[in-house]
């Protein structure tokens, strides 16, 4: 008892930590596991584990075969949730350089870590293809943490993003094709019966997944199961889709899970979100449980195996040489400037797909006798430890080193899809700015996409948006809903990360009428609020420059539009194109050049 819920406290505790350190969960859990697992029994408890997983005849938490059968449903639970994650109109939308690292940088990765595992470590082919089908896979779970605070351009964090979200389920795919490959013939030849067998396998994988998708899909658009029962149905039908699949051809049930989320996650289900969301939670508690769980099962003698220069030889090689091989590829003839380029190729840490997916085949084959196996486990751990810990502790010194670091947050988010936001939002992307805006008004944000405008459909109470390494060049905040609260709220929680150049939002109704009492964040001028604003972009919908002489005269231009309801003032632009966002707190500038501009809403003068 007590071991069971000291996994579950150190779990939650090893979450807690990597969220307080921004480091990827995976690290402190895989750590944690191995304090209480080899190192307790090899220098601190006389030789055995403070956490033992197995059964060993004295003492264990899990007899015979019933820590894999748990492995197996908590990896069918969280390839399900990557599946759901890939969209594949994202896909053909994310562009060609994602397009290409998802398959030919992937491809490369497979090749490339199967060569250097069987000629260093002499491993049979089919391990070598099985460790490098499991290294393919990077995920946004470790990702996300390390770039979180590097203000990149949006095209090269794009990029990181992206590739981490659409290569999990796909490198899971892949692992699991290998591995399905090897264990049906036992890792021997591959003989006209293994290759039906694995035909077997892909087959019904493949149909289970996409039926039962199709299926569940119906039975929860036609409400037959109510809304509270929702989550729990769905993840009753994985595991019953996973264990029927596999009772079918066995090994199947990982590939009709990850079809099955695919197809799902295609479907623009109105439930998805919902469902995403309590899938959410339950990976964080499975991943909590499963990689203290794995990692307390290594062995010292699993860890002594790669206690060689071989391993540091292939570290070296899958990290120093076959990534960016890879990414060089893979961004060939794109935009991306060659300092961007090897950027991308330094950050590349595995993650939990991985490392979980690696433990429970490393333990099928290895109880199945395959010759190797038993490296399986121990490599993908050290290539999964190694490069978390080499990108969380260099990647921002790296991105200085390269210069890919920007000095200077220029992008806009504003708060709010409005036709006044996305008035301004489109004037701003026009002038060289990069603009996001958000809503939880499904309609405002496919009317700002239709415009060209980059928008995401949350709000400001979401989390979603402190994990978006694509935000991490906006420096200004706008906020510009129609509910004060929701403005006041948005630069309160969001103005130190979004806001480093300004944090800004309309004006209430009270202060309108109040002007001495403006806050020092009021957005244009002084007068207007949401109402009056939105009254000038109904009547005049466009926004106009205008020459300003010098600063006598345009403080008569504030003047004016002050006065006339039909005009706003919003930016300056400086003689360089620079856009000053004006604020009614402080409406002085300093310095104005001859081809310095008004930038105003409303009516021509």
């Given at each position: 008892m007590v071991e069971l819920a000291g996994i579950i406290i150190l779990g939650i505790l090893a979450q807690w930590v990597a969220w307080k350190l921004k480091i990827p969960a995976i690290l402190p859990l895989i750590l944690i596991g191995l304090l209480v697992g080899p190192i307790a029994a090899e220098f601190l408890?006389?030789?055995?584990?403070?956490?033992?997983?197995?059964?060993?005849?004295?003492?264990?938490?899990?007899?015979?075969?019933?820590?894999?059968?748990?492995?197996?449903?908590?990896?069918?639970?969280?390839?399900?949730?990557?599946?759901?994650?890939?969209?594949?109109?994202?896909?053909?939308?994310?562009?060609?350089?994602?397009?290409?690292?998802?398959?030919?940088?992937?491809?490369?990765?497979?090749?490339?870590?199967?060569?250097?595992?069987?000629?260093?470590?002499?491993?049979?082919?089919?391990?070598?293809?099985?460790?490098?089908?499991l290294i393919i896979v990077t995920g946004p779970t470790v990702i996300t943490?390390?770039?979180?605070?590097?203000?990149?351009?949006?095209?090269?964090?794009?990029?990181?993003?992206?590739?981490?979200?659409?290569?999990d389920p796909i490198g899971a795919l892949v692992a699991v094709l290998v591995f399905e490959f090897i264990s049906v013939d036992g890792g021997g030849e591959f003989t006209k019966t293994a290759l039906i067998e694995f035909g077997k396998i892909v087959l019904f994988g493949a149909t289970f997944g996409f039926t039962f998708a199709h299926a569940m899909n119906f039975i929860i658009n036609k409400k037959y199961v109510p809304h509270y029962l929702l989550n729990v149905f769905a993840l009753a039908a994985v595991l019953g889709v996973f264990v029927l699949s596999d009772t079918f051809a066995h090994e199947s049930g990982l590939l009709a899970v990850v079809v099955m989320g695919m197809v799902l996650g295609n479907a623009n289900a109105p439930y998805l979100k919902e469902l995403l969301y309590f899938k959410e939670s339950l990976s964080v508690l499975l991943i909590s449980i499963l990689f203290i769980?794995?990692?307390?099962?290594?062995?010292?003698?699993?860890?002594?195996?790669?206690?060689?220069?071989?391993?540091?030889v292939v570290f070296a090689a899958v990290v120093f040489i076959i990534r960016p091989i890879g990414v060089f590829l893979s961004t060939q003839g794109s935009t991306l400037k060659r300092n961007e380029k090897l950027f991308i190729s330094w950050v590349g840490p595995r993650g939990i797909v991985a490392?979980?997916?690696?433990?429970?085949?490393?333990l099928k084959l290895a109880k199945a006798g395959v010759p190797g196996a038993e490296y399986i486990t121990p490599l993908v751990f050290m290539i999964v430890l190694g490069t978390v810990l080499l990108n969380a502790t260099t990647a921002r010194y790296f991105a200085k080193l390269v210069g890919v670091f920007l000095t200077k947050s220029d992008g806009i988010l504003i708060v709010g899809a409005s036709k006044l936001s996305r008035l301004i939002g489109d004037y701003l992307e026009?002038?060289?700015?990069?603009?996001?805006?958000?809503?939880?008004?499904?309609?405002?944000?496919?009317?700002?996409?239709?415009?060209?405008?980059?928008?995401?459909?949350?709000?400001?109470?979401?989390?979603t948006l402190s994990d978006n390494i694509e935000l991490n060049d906006v420096g200004y905040l706008m906020a510009m809903t129609a509910n004060s609260e929701i403005n006041k709220y948005a630069i309160k929680k969001f103005g130190k990360q979004f806001g480093e150049n300004g944090?800004?939002?309309?004006?209430?109704?009270?202060?309108?009428?109040?002007?001495?009492?403006?806050p020092k964040e009021g957005l244009f001028s002084h007068t207007d609020d949401y109402i009056t604003l939105t009254e000038v972009t109904r009547k005049y919908p466009s926004i106009l420059e205008i020459d300003i002489e010098d600063k006598a005269h345009y403080e008569s231009l504030i003047e004016i539009t002050n006065k006339e309801k039909?005009?706003?003032?919003?930016?300056?632009?400086?003689?360089?194109?620079?856009?000053?966002?004006?604020?009614?707190?402080?409406?002085?500038?300093?310095?104005?050049?001859?081809e310095s501009k008004l930038v105003y809403l409303g009516k021509s003068f």
């Open positions: 408890n006389d030789g055995v584990k403070w956490i033992e997983p197995i059964w060993n005849g004295e003492e264990g938490l899990f007899p015979g075969q019933s820590l894999f059968y748990f492995v197996s449903l908590a990896i069918s639970i969280i390839l399900f949730e990557g599946g759901l994650t890939l969209k594949m109109n994202e896909v053909k939308h994310v562009g060609p350089v994602i397009t290409k690292l998802i398959s030919l940088g992937a491809a490369v990765t497979f090749f490339g870590g199967a060569i250097a595992a069987h000629f260093i470590f002499d491993l049979s082919w089919e391990i070598s293809f099985l460790f490098s089908g943490p390390i770039l979180r605070n590097i203000p990149l351009k949006k095209d090269v964090s794009a990029v990181l993003k992206w590739e981490g979200i659409l290569i769980l794995l990692s307390a099962n290594i062995n010292m003698s699993d860890l002594y195996l790669i206690y060689t220069w071989k391993t540091a490392a979980g997916i690696a433990s429970l085949f490393g026009s002038n060289g700015r990069h603009v996001v805006l958000i809503d939880s008004n499904q309609s405002n944000i496919e009317k700002a996409k239709e415009l060209g405008l980059e928008a995401l459909n949350t709000n400001v109470y979401s989390e944090s800004f939002r309309l004006v209430t109704t009270h202060e309108m009428n109040s002007p001495e009492n403006n039909d005009m706003i003032p919003l930016f300056l632009k400086d003689d360089e194109g620079e856009l000053h966002i004006i604020s009614s707190y402080n409406k002085e500038i300093d310095t104005l050049g001859e």
